[in-house]
């Protein structure tokens, strides 16, 4: 089982950027397709973005689509998401998960329960 960690998170203003990263340990995320996922206070978790093993497929939600960007760094074993233009609405939990899985559907990265492990989340808050 791999052992994920976020960071990066913190307080920005709405419009700011911030990169949240995710760090593994335990096994090499080589082997891993890799999601984050977030959730608001009062909210459901949320699926945000996905990337493939391989890091040839990437997937986003509707609401962050062409705003964020996930990317992955195997040599360095971390996940990243890029997250730009950010609004109030979006203050949650961040998480970053793991699932040792491969699929050609973009549809099947959404779900939550393809992934195995998980962080414990990294706060996110936009101001207004």
């Known amino acids: 089982q791999v052992q994920l960690v976020e960071s990066g998170g913190g307080l920005v203003q709405a419009g700011d950027s911030l990169r949240l990263s995710c760090a593994a340990s335990?096994?090499?995320?080589?082997?891993?397709?890799l999601g984050w996922f977030r959730q608001g206070p009062g909210k459901e978790r949320e699926f945000v973005a996905a990337?493939?093993?391989?890091?040839?497929?990437?997937t986003y939600g509707d609401s962050v689509k062409d705003r964020f960007a996930i990317s992955r760094d195997n040599a360095k074993n971390t996940v990243s998401l890029q997250m730009n233009n950010l609004k109030p609405e979006e203050t949650a939990v961040y998480y970053c998960a793991a699932g040792s899985f491969y699929s050609a559907s973009s549809t099947y990265y959404t779900r939550e329960d393809v992934y195995k492990s998980w962080g414990k989340g990294t706060q996110v808050t936009v101001a207004t």
């Open positions: 335990g096994r090499a995320l080589s082997n891993y397709a």
């Open positions: 990337i493939s093993l391989s890091g040839g497929r990437t």
